[in-house]
């Protein structure tokens, strides 16, 4: 089983570093993580490039078009069936997709 993680973010990049961080050091590896940069304004591009990972994807808009639109194109940009959310200021557990 594959998940597709997406995380919608906006002008959250002291924050972002700590979520996609908990998703890529999950204990469960087969995933791919889809950040959709909805429009931000501040350095959330330097965050995003400093990460060197095969399974990270990022979609950038050109505009803020909220949050519901960034999932959306997060969801119809999924490789995989199995789907999981992430706000960018939160993170998750080690082990969350595993259980």
């Known amino acids: 089983m ?4 997406i995380i919608p ?3 959250r990049s002291h924050l972002l570093n700590r979520a996609i961080t908990s998703v890529l050091q999950q204990s469960y590896h ?3 993580l889809l950040i959709i940069d909805d429009g931000s304004t501040d350095s959330t591009d330097k965050i995003l490039a ?3 990972d095969p399974r990270l994807k990022i979609i950038k808009l050109e505009k803020n078009s909220g949050v519901s639109t960034a999932r959306n194109i997060g969801i119809r940009n999924a490789r995989y069936s199995w789907l999981a959310f992430l706000d960018s200021d939160d993170e998750w557990w080690p082990t969350k997709l595993e259980e």
């Open 30 to 32: 087969s995933l791919e």
């Open 9 to 11: 973010t906006y002008n």
């Open 50 to 52: 400093k990460i060197q």
């Open 2 to 5: 594959n998940f597709s993680v």
